[in-house]
Nanobody, 125 residues
Framework: QVQLVESGGGLVQAGGSLRLSCAVSEGTLSNYAIGWFRQGPGKEREFVAGMSRGGGNAYREGSVKGRFTISRDNAKNTVYLQMNSLEPEDTAVYCC??????????????????WGQGTRVTVSS
């Protein structure tokens, strides 16, 4: 069993930055690939970024790449999502997720074993 707890969301102006954190309160982070998903208003949940147990990463194609960076600190059992140059279109609830492999993360929500409760990010124009 793995429990994931996100923090760091909030209200930010367009062009600003936020860093989201996902703490693994039960389980060991190093045993899983970890990812971030988001669900905007009226939209389906979508993959944003993922990182394998070995440190390889993957990002959603399009506007996220180059602005968002995923990282992990296994010693702290925590994953981060640094989000820069935020745009109103980034407004969403961001959830972290755990799965055995990075490919499971990239495949989408149906392949995820564990979810956090989410943290809301609102980007104003």
């Amino acid at each position: 069993q793995v429990q994931l707890v996100e923090s760091g969301g909030g209200l930010v102006q367009a062009g600003g930055s936020l860093r989201l954190s996902c703490a693994v309160s039960e389980g060991t982070l190093s045993n899983y690939a970890i990812g971030w998903f988001r669900q905007g208003p009226g939209k389906e949940r979508e993959f944003v970024a993922g990182m394998s147990r070995g440190g390889g990463n993957a990002y959603r194609e399009g506007s996220v790449k180059g602005r968002f960076t995923i990282s992990r600190d296994n010693a702290k059992n925590t994953v981060y999502l640094q989000m820069n140059s935020l745009e109103p279109e980034d407004t969403a609830v961001y959830c972290c997720a755990a799965a055995p492999r990075l490919n499971d993360i990239v495949k989408g929500p149906q392949s995820i074993d564990y979810w956090g409760q989410g943290t809301r990010v609102t980007v104003s124009s």
